[in-house]
Each structure stands twice: as C-alpha cells, then as structure tokens.
C-alpha cells in the first residue's frame, strides 16, 4: 500500500461532501470462504465497510466471525491449515494480490483481542510505541503520539503519572485501552476488533464503547460482540453469522442495525437478537 | 475510619497453616529442601577441610601459578592455568552452542511443521543421553582428524586474527576440539531448555505483534527472547555448568600442559581443572598430591558456584523493562 493511495482517498473526501461521499467503501469482502484444512468455516461471505462507520459481528459461538475479521488483516494466513477463496478490498486493491506486504495492511488494518494483551515486559510507554518499533515505522515525537492515542482510547488521564510502569499492572480495563492505544499509535485506516470487552466490567465496557464512538471519527472499525446491547450503541451496521450443524458459517441478514434489532427480515436473527437461540 | 486504625490486627500467617495435614507437609518439605543444602554444605566443607593444609603448603601461588612437580622437596603445585583454561573450554564452548541451540529451538518452535519440531526433539533428547566417555572416544577418533583440517583452514585464512595463531604447527589436544565436544554436550540441554521456553511464549503475545506487522525476527527480537530471557540464560548456564565440569570427554581430546594457554585456540595444549584430577588420579604418587587433587577440586566448586550467582545476576538485570 503506498502512502499515495492513502492520500488519494483523503483527497476524494475532502472534495465531495454529498452523503455518497460519506459512503465510500474503505473495505469490502467478496465472495470470501474460509478453510482450516479440509474443513470448511465460512462461505461466500459478502459484505462492505463504508469509511469510517462501524460494523458489529454477531452470530452464535463458533460460526466463524473471529476467522472472518482474522482474514481481513491477513492474520488469517498465519494458522495452521488456513486457506481462503474470493477477495478482500482494501481501498479497491485486493489485500491477497502478490504483490501486497502483508505488514502494510496489518498496519492499515489494525486488530484488537478478546484478551488484553499488552507485552508485559514493556512499559505502558514502550507499549504504546510497540507497533513503531516492531514494524520499523517511523514517526517522530513520540511523546506527542503518546499522549494523543492514550487520549483517544480514554487512558491518559488514569496512568500520565506512571507511564513508565510495566503494562502489566494495569486492570484488564486498562490493559485493553492500553492495547487500542498501541494499535492507534501506527495510524491505522481500520480496527479490528474481536469481542473486546468480554473480559471486561460494565464500566471499563461502557469507557471503551465511548471510546469506540470517538474513534469511528477517523476510523473505520469492525467489532465482533456477544453483546447485543452493545452492537445497538455503537454500530451502524450490524450482520448476523450462522453455521448450521456440520456446515460453514454464512451471513444471514446484514444491514442497518436498526433495522437488524428492529425490523428483521429472516426469522433466524429475529429469534438470535432476542435471545431466543439454540 | 479512626476506629479501624487502632483495632488489633490478627496474624493470619499463623492460622493459614492450620490444617494438620499441611503442617506435617509443610515440614516435611522444609526438611527435604534443606537436606540438599546440607550435602552441598557437607562436600563443600569436606573438600575445604583438605584445601587449607594445601594452602599453608603452597601459599596462595596454588592459585596464581601454573606448576604441577611432585617430585620436588617441597612438591610444587600451581593450577592457574587449569581454572582458566577451565574457563577458556567453557567460553569456546558457549560460543558454538549458544547461537546453535537458539537457532534450532528457534526453528523447532516456530518453523518446523509439528511432526519434524517433535521428530528433531527426540532426537535432541537422545543426543542429551550419550555417555560423555563415547562421546570421548568419538571425539578421539573422528573428530580428531576431521577437525585437524578446520583448524588448519581457519588458520590459513584468519591466522591474522590471534585467537586462531598456531606457532607449534600441531593441531591436535587444542582448545578449540575440547571446547567443540563440550558445545555438542551443551546443545541438547540448551536447546531442549529453550525451546520449551520458547514454546512458553504467550499465543496473545505472537498474535498482538502479528496484528502490529512485525516480522518473525522482530517478533523474535522484542517478544520472544525477552519474555523467555530468564528462562533462556538459565539453560545456558545449566549447559556451562556441565562444561566446566565435565571431565572424561575432554580428557580423550585435550592435551593438558602446565603453562597457560591464554587465547591460542587451536595450538596444542590447555588447561582444565576436572581433566586435570582424572588424568592425575590414576598414577597418584602419595597422599599430599590427592590432597592437591582434592583442593583442585575445591576450587571447581568455588568456580562453578560463581559461575551460578553470575547467572543470576544477569537474570535479574535483564528482568528489567523495556521501555
Ligand atoms: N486454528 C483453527 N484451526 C482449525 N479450526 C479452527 C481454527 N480456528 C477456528 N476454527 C474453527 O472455525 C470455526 C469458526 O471459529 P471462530 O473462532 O471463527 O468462531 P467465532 O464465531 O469467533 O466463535 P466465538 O464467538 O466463540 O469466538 C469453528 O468451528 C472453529 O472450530
Ligand atoms: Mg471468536
């Protein structure tokens, strides 16, 4: 991904400012389809991402929505047995083509976990640098990036007296908005997100959910969630995954999430938003 | 909240250890952790207690020169140049082990597919369970010739550098094939040490720098070794501790000369303080020269504990953050 495409879709926006601007795709799969070995776990997933808006994953334990988003950042790739059909888009530009750094769009396309994960050996400094130093990426004034992204992801204020602790003394709350701050550090166009808050207290839950809010500004994001409440705050769209027994997973129903909590068309997702599943 | 501040607190370690059967546990274990205190403190005292009459004798040069005549009134007795040669094996050693096991753990861990990763870890396993005296004698009659032509070669070529200088044209009993076969011993506890603690790094760890697009070296460099650090240089040490130590493989290779070999690798002749009491031992002369062993001895261990609270002095200091 060269840093002229980049320029060209902010150039695009900043142009036109018709409501169809606001829709402009930042990340499409088409047709995607997922094995582990011979074993099928998504089908013809087809799905796009508009700039800057928020996506919520719901669907049942094990119909593959951790593996869907693992394919668009190409972390996919890296499990034993992984192979994927279709293709995935980003900025218009097929992120499997052969002539693609997959460190390029792992930066782009930035990924948060279910489980906190900060290094522990490092300061909460140093974590929140991580991202530009194992990438090599260079930025300069660290302090400033420092501040800003731990501003962004709602920590700043809790650990500015104590930046050079280890970030493994923090809460898992803070652990896990420590980890939205490294993955903002490497400015990335899109986050991942995988059940972030399941680890966590309603309060830590609803700081990161604000914080998730505050993001979508600048940052096209896509969260898997158990959570429906959570889907409802923070997602404008919202798809349904399903796997029926011995078969792979597939979307059922996507759209607004209004509609998807309110108005939806299959009776499948009306029985899973209203809990009623299984 | 005054009220709280002046209430009596209660010792609750006293009541944690309650249970009965905990107690009776709980001695037994203090007893068996102490027990292996007390064999250490009793072979340290045993051979300490044959050492001072050694050094009345010889003074402090026991330890400063390099002598080994029996016949003399008084015998002299120095074994300078058997600690650090000693010293010189197990540094040889390091240097070829070390890179060797991290890269084979390295490529176990994260490399190899599955079947080859447990293929290579019995194998290493099997390695860790030849007898040192077959590896001796492997050394003495395969080794030998073999690494005759290395050393020539790295003579040839980087003779320049002093380490690798031969003046005496011999390259047999060198350093360099002592230090080699000490490495081959090292490598299976190296390895199968770190590669276990590599295998140790947390998944979330690889995955969150995976998603921040670094390479496996980088992921190698910042996450891995890091979070293993500890781990890592302890089988190091647990490799070092056999190498200088070990006695009878480098007894087959290893030409001992009472002179020290400073850095002359691969010229002929070094030192070592266990080789040193095996090949003594056999044509012992009387009891003042296996008092001389024994205070040899003594001052392996002396060496080797230091060698141990080095280890973990560096464990500790590399422990610290990463900013
Ligand atoms: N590394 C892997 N190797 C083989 N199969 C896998 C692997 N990871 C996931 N699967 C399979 O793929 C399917 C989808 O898994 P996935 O983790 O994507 O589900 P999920 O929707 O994220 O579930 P959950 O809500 O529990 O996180 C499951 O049937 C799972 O068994
Ligand atoms: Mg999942």
Redesign the pocket.
Known sequence: MSTAEFESVDVLESEITTPAAAATTELEARNVSVW??Q?K?LEGVNMSFPKNSVTALI?P????????IRTLNRLHEL???AALAGEILYEGRDIYSRDVDPVHIRLAIGMVFQKPNPFPSMTIRGNVLSGLKLSGMKRSNHDDIVEETLTAAGLWTEVKDRLDRAGGELSGGQQQRLVIARALAVQPHVLLMD?PCSALDPASTLKIEETIRQLSKEVTIII?T?NMQQAVRVADNTAF?LAAENEP?RVIEQGATTEIFGNPQDERTLDYVNGRFG | MADLDVQERRNLSASATAHRGDRIFNRTITTAAFSALFVLAGIAIFLGAQTIPVLQTQGLSFLTTTAWDINTDPPTAGIWGMLYGSVLLAVVALVIAVPASLMMSIFMVFLAPKKLASMLTNLIDLMAAIPSVILGLWAFYVLNPTAEVWQQLLNQYLGWIPIFQNASGNFLGTPFIAGFVLAIMMIPIVTSVTREVLSRTPPDLVNASEALGCSMWTMLRYVALPYGRGGIVGGIMLGLGRALGETIAVFFVLKIVFDTNWYNIIESGGGSVATLIVSRFGEISGPYELQLLLASGFFLFIMTLIVNVLANLIVNRTGRLQK
């Open positions: 582990f070995g074993r776990v669907g334990s094990g119909c593959g929505k951790s593996t869907f499990l034993p047995g059940e898997v158990h995954f997973g």
